[in-house]
Structures are given as structure tokens and as C-alpha cells.
């Protein structure tokens, strides 16, 4: 039977934990062209369908010869019914030690899968180094990124593996390094595209049966850059095929860049030993832009769309957006078109005005009192002597550590900041300030309890 003999192949590409909790309860029938799967209940059928149903639909196209077109995954209704499992030995054999099954996906899913040539994606000329602010949080992974260049392939960066929250300028990044190799090599093969590209383009060839093709376009490039490579999550057959490919780029000394939102090893619904060739080369963190970098990013992106826009004016938008720079340059956005709807040069009443609902929202969210609650939770130190007169170090740092926050993240001027800390004047607010700067470059551990108060509080 069609459902025995695919069972019996996802018993090889699955883990066996997977494969007896989630595929052998299964129960299965062929409709003429389709074959229907019924799980006990609807988590069950989503489960399957964003997960497994593309191998599914793989494995039946292929061991049907083609009699098969499509895979339906409904919620079981006929009570008793129990399909046999193939006999066979369990194996351990997981999915990336396996070959790819050559075959056509079904019609259904061909018509949901746009046809995309690789090759024809095109890096973007605006995102190149000469328009990347640099500053604290992503200085490191720009250097790294140059140092890519000069010594294409090598192993101590390569993969490079960009990691961070969505919107702090990893994808510009990894098109800067395209675009600068192709100004000095212009016949370079330099690829980009995100893995969910990756599945769809996968996926597409297997149906047009121009796998070979997609092959040779994949694994004859200088330069391979994959956005978001989290999300090969769930497409067992897609990572065997980026597997496959990313052995026979490094093979061959072939550069690759890969961004996620997470490290490498966080990265726990891939494949374990996909996961660990993510770790051979570099990766780097980029973090939440500081004050000063937001401020740059807004002036330079003005000026680079001819924008007038006033320091001080700047000043207040990095002050109130501080998640990201996609929401950053968002916020300037808006501003411009509200200044040129008003047709008036822009200023911060302007400014006000334009994100009111920004400023609503802030107010709601992050405030002097709010950080005060989470740097006391966080140290585990009562809350009144991180606002009292205690000078002692195991409070004066969190008290320090707060005030900077409190600079970094509100829009309220040093008095206020200082009237909220036991009425303290706003000298003390500056120079806490300015010492939470300088340890968050000298000291590492302090920079690390900045950086997780800074996610704690903007997440």
C-alpha cells in the first residue's frame, strides 16, 4: 500500500521520536489522484501540515509514480480505523544524513509556489557600506563583514552568521558585502535570498524536474547569502538539500553569510548537525541601536532623501523609538509626510504630531518608574534603596545602571530623571550617564547585564 511504503522512508528521514509520536498514528486512504491522512484532532492536522506535509507530499508523488498529485491532512472522523504500520527495523537515520528524494510535488502545491530564478534577485545598491551607521551594537559585525572581502572563504569566517531582533540592519549588511564584491569583481556569483526563497525555488525545480538545474545554480557560487535561515524549520527535505549545498560551497571554499534571529545554537527546531556547521566560522551579534546611533541613522537618511531634518528634531525620535531602525526610519517617514501634507518645514511641534500615537503608546509602556521595577527585580534589590541614599556599590551600580536606562529609553531631561531617583540633581543623573558608557565598554559583565535589561524592557 502507498501509505505503508511512505512510512517506511519517513521512518528513515524523521527522528524516531518524531516519527512514532506525530506520523505512525496516522491513519491514511487514496482518493483516486489524492491520498487523505486523518489525525485524532485539528492541533494534530496543523501540526502536520506546517511541518511535514511537503516531504509527505514529496514521498507520495514519487512512490505513486506520479498516480498521486496531492496530500489532504483532515481531522479523523471514522472511529476504529487503524492502518498497519510497515514491519521494519527502527533506524536513527536522520534527515540531513539522507539523500534527497528526487520527485515532483503535487499540483496543489505547484500552484501555491511562485516559479523564481535565483539568479535574477537583486541585491539592493542602497544598502552598501557607505550608507551603514555604524555604532556600538553593530560596529563588530560590520568589521566582520569587511573582513569578509579581503579574505573571501576562509575558515575563520566562514559561515558568517549574522544573529539578532528583526530590523537592526543584518540584511543590509549581508547585501553591502555583495555589492562591494561585485564593484571589484564584477563577474563574481554572488546569490541572495531568504530560505523561505530557498524552499519555494527547491520545491518549484522538483516540480518542473530542473532539480539539476537548481543544483548547479545553488552550488556554483562565490557568494551565498541566506536571510533568515530559521525559517528552513519544519521543510525536512528543503534542509537536506541546503545541507547538501552548504557541504559543497564549503567544500570548495565558497563564502556564505546566513543571518537569524537567534544564535546558532538557540536555533533548536533545526537539525543538530545542521546547527553545528552554522558554528564553523564567525558569528556575530547586532544589538538594539544606541541613542547616538539612532540619532546618525536619522540624519543620514534624511540627507540621503534630501530631507531637512533639525538635530534637535532627531534627538526626540531616538528618544521615543528605540526598537529597531526599520521602525525608526518608519517614524521619519511619517514626519515627512506630515511636514509636507502641512507644507511646513519640520520642527518638533511637527514632530509631536506626527507620533502622538508612538508617544501614547511609550507613555504606556516604558517609563522611569516601570525600569525602576525591572532593574530592582533584576539586581534582586529592594526598590527603595535603589532610589534612596545609599552610596554602597551593590546599589549604587543598579541605581546607575537605571538612571542610564532611564536617559536611554524615556524622553525625560536629566532633573526629571533625578527627581524620580530620591530627588538627586542633574549633575548625579549625567554623570551616571556617562559611567554606565565607559563600563559598558570596559566591563563585560556589566555590559551584559545592560544589554539583557535593554531586551527586558523593549521586549
Not at 501555491?112 to 541585491?123: E, W
Not at 526563497?197 to 522538483?206: A, K, M, P
Not at 545541507?243 to 537567534?262: C, P, V, Y
Request: with cysteine.
Amino acid at each position: 500500500m502507498l501509505w505503508d511504503e511512505c512510512l517506511v522512508r519517513l521512518r528513515q528521514e524523521l527522528s524516531d521520536n518524531v516519527f512514532a509520536m506525530w506520523i505512525r498514528p496516522l491513519h491514511a486512504e487514496q482518493v483516486g489522484d489524492t491520498l487523505k491522512l486523518f489525525a485524532p484532532n485539528p492541533y494534530w492536522t496543523n501540526y502536520i501540515q506546517k511541518n511535514h506535509l511537503e516531504l509527505i507530499s514529496i514521498l507520495a508523488e514519487q512512490i505513486s509514480q506520479g498516480e498521486v498529485c496531492q496530500v489532504e491532512v483532515l481531522v479523523d472522523s471514522r472511529p476504529g480505523e487503524v492502518i498497519a504500520v510497515a514491519k521494519m527495523p527502527a533506524t536513527t537515520t536522520a534527515a540531513l544524513t539522507s539523500t534527497t528524494p528526487v520527485a515532483r510535488v503535487t499540483e496543489q502545491t505547484a500552484q501555491d509556489v511562485p516559479v523564481k530564478n535565483a539568479k535574477k534577485r537583486p541585491l539592493n545598491p542602497l544598502f552598501n557600506f557607505k550608507l551603514f551607521v555604524e555604532g556600538r551594537s553593530n560596529q563588530m559585525a560590520a568589521e566582520a563583514c569587511r573582513k569578509v572581502l579581503t579574505q573571501l572563504g576562509a575558515p575563520q569566517h566562514n559561515p558568517l552568521f549574522l544573529y539578532g531582533p528583526t530590523g537592526l540592519g543584518k540584511t543590509h549588511l549581508m547585501h553591502a558585502v555583495g555589492n562591494a564584491l561585485l564593484q571589484v569583481r564584477p563577474n563574481a556569483r554572488v546569490m541572495y535570498m531568504r530560505a523561505d526563497d530557498f524552499v519555494q525555488d527547491f520545491v518549484s525545480s522538483l516540480q518542473r524536474g530542473k532539480i539539476d538545474e537548481f543544483k548547479k545554480n545553488c552550488r556554483s557560487l562565490d557568494l551565498m547569502l541566506v536571510d533568515d535561515i530559521h525559517l528552513l524549520a519544519g521543510k525536512e527535505a528543503s534542509m537536506v538539500e541546503f545541507f547538501n549545498t552548504f557541504n559543497a560551497l564549503m567544500d570548495e571554499s565558497k563564502q556564505i553569510i546566513l543571518t537569524s534571529d537567534r544564535y546558532p545554537k538557540e536555533l533548536t527546531e533545526l537539525d543538530a548537525r545542521l546547527v553545528s556547521r552554522f558554528s564553523w566560522g564567525l558569528s556575530v551579534g547586532v544589538e538594539p541601536p544606541d541613542i547616538e546611533t539612532r540619532i546618525e541613522i536619522l540624519l543620514k537618511k534624511a540627507e540621503s532623501n534630501e530631507v531637512d531634518l533639525p538635530r534637535n528634531c532627531a534627538l526626540f525620535i531616538a528618544q521615543q523609538v528605540v526598537a529597531n531602525v526599520r521602525e525608526l526610519e518608519g517614524a521619519l517617514n511619517k514626519v515627512v509626510a506630515i511636514a509636507r501634507f502641512k507644507g511646513t518645514p519640520i520642527d518638533l511641534d511637527v514632530v509631536r504630531e506626527s507620533l502622538k500615537d508612538v508617544l501614547a503608546i511609550r507613555a504606556r509602556t516604558i517609563s522611569v518608574e516601570n525600569i525602576q521595577r525591572v532593574v530592582s527585580e533584576y539586581f534582586r534589590i529592594p526598590l527603595k534603596e535603589l532610589t534612596g541614599p545609599k552610596r554602597t556599590r551593590i546599589y549604587a551600580r543598579p541605581r546607575q545602571l537605571a538612571m542610564g536606562l532611564a536617559r536611554e529609553l524615556t524622553g525625560d531631561s536629566f532633573p526629571e530623571i533625578g527627581m524620580a531617583f530620591g530627588g538627586r540633581d542633574h549633575s548625579t543623573v549625567m554623570h551616571a550617564c556617562e559611567k554606565v558608557q565607559s563600563l559598558c565598554a570596559e566591563d563585560p559583565a556589566f555590559n551584559e547585564d545592560y544589554k539583557n535589561l535593554m531586551r527586558l524592557l523593549q521586549s
